[in-house]
Nanobody
């Protein structure tokens, strides 16, 4: 069974930065498409950024130019660098692994709060 552990969330002022990490244990991390999702209170979970096994990336329009997703297959870890944070980025952030269109698993989530 593959497990994912997110870290790096916290409280940050508007305009600040955070880097989230998601470490995987078990499975074949290098073949997974990895994604970062977020869910704000009262809203549906949404895809923020994704990265394929070949390191192609995609982003939600709301974060383009501010967030960067990357992966280190040697460390079985995917990252989300978040810059120029806004209050509307406040949410619980989750990582997800997908293989062949099937979800492999989710992390437990890490809270990001952007507030002055």
């Amino acid at each position: 069974q593959v497990q994912f552990v997110e870290s790096g969330g916290g409280l940050v002022q508007p305009g600040g930065s955070l880097r989230l990490s998601c470490a995987a244990s078990g499975g074949l991390f290098r073949v997974y498409t990895m994604g970062w999702y977020r869910q704000a209170p009262g809203k549906q979970r949404e895809l923020v950024a994704g990265i394929t096994s070949g390191s192609s990336t995609n982003y939600a329009d709301s974060v383009k130019g501010r967030f960067t997703i990357s992966r280190d297959n040697a460390k079985n870890t995917v990252y989300l660098q978040m810059n120029s944070l806004k209050p509307e980025d406040t949410a619980v952030y989750y990582c997800n692994a997908d293989f062949g269109g099937r979800s492999i698993g989710w992390g437990q989530g890490t809270q990001v709060t952007v507030s002055s």
